[in-house]
């Protein structure tokens, strides 16, 4: 699996961000997706997770009720919907894919397939 992030960019503290994630490959179904996002000077942490079928989702503490993960299977691609950002949700996101849905924890390690980050720098 290849994966294409995007979507990031510059804006300011309140407004909304939406990152697409695109997938190579017939077997995209069939992958849990995840976003994780590192800022400068911290470790890596996980974002939201989207199990292969996209009926099951999971937001970390500091994003939920902010941010909304969803897929598009006929079309590869996950999303990262964010709203109300905040100047500490300045980082690269990072999309990321697995066939296990319980690997998008921590930090990723357990993860196997990573897309190339994309920036998010929120302004206060």
């Known amino acids: 699996v290849q994966l294409q992030a995007s979507g990031g960019g510059l804006v300011q503290a309140g407004d909304s961000l939406r990152l697409s994630c695109q997938a190579s490959?017939?077997?995209?179904?069939?992958?849990?997706m995840g976003w994780f996002r590192q800022a400068p000077g911290k470790e890596r942490e996980f974002v939201a997770r989207?199990?292969?079928?996209?009926?099951?989702?999971h937001h970390a503490d500091p994003v939920q009720g902010r941010f909304t993960i969803s897929r598009d299977n006929a079309k590869n691609t996950v999303y990262l919907q964010m709203g109300s950002l905040k100047p500490e949700d300045t980082a690269v996101y990072y999309c990321?894919?697995?066939?296990?849905?319980?690997?998008?924890?921590?930090?990723?390690?357990?993860?196997?397939?990573w897309g190339k980050g994309t920036l998010v720098t929120v302004s206060s």
């Open positions: 989207i199990s292969a079928s996209g009926r099951v989702t």
């Open positions: 490959g017939r077997t995209f179904s069939s992958y849990s």
């Open positions: 990321a894919a697995d066939p296990a849905y319980s690997a998008f924890t921590g930090g990723g390690q357990s993860v196997n397939y």
